[in-house]
């Protein structure tokens, strides 16, 4: 594992709980040469429709104050 990797894990597990809470979680699927991050959302997170929300406000903004190298997040949803 590579330290983005490593530093986009740690940023995830900040808001993991909140998510588990719901009945959801995030994966990481890939991050590319060009740092972009693909994430997949998990269990209820991948039905619920405040995902969108979940994902803007929630993710996006976690991992781009943590991990700031990431250009762009995507969700494969």
Same mark, same amino acid.
């Given at each position: ?7 986009? =894990? ?6 993991? &709980?909140?998510?588990?809470?719901? #009945? #959801? ?17 998990? #269990?209820?997170?991948? $039905?619920?429709?405040? +995902?969108?929300?979940?994902?803007? +406000? #929630?993710?996006? =903004? ?5 991990? &700031?190298?990431?250009? =762009?997040?995507? $969700?494969?949803?």
């Amino acid at each position: 594992m590579d330290a983005l990797y490593l530093k986009v =894990e740690q940023a995830l597990d900040t808001i993991r &709980p909140y998510l588990e809470a719901d #009945g #959801g979680n995030v994966e990481i699927i890939e991050i590319t040469s060009d740092k972009k991050l693909k994430i997949e959302l998990m #269990g209820a997170c991948k $039905s619920c429709n405040m +995902s969108h929300m979940t994902m803007k +406000s #929630g993710i996006e =903004e976690t991992i781009r104050r943590a991990v &700031p190298e990431i250009i =762009e997040i995507i $969700s494969v949803n």
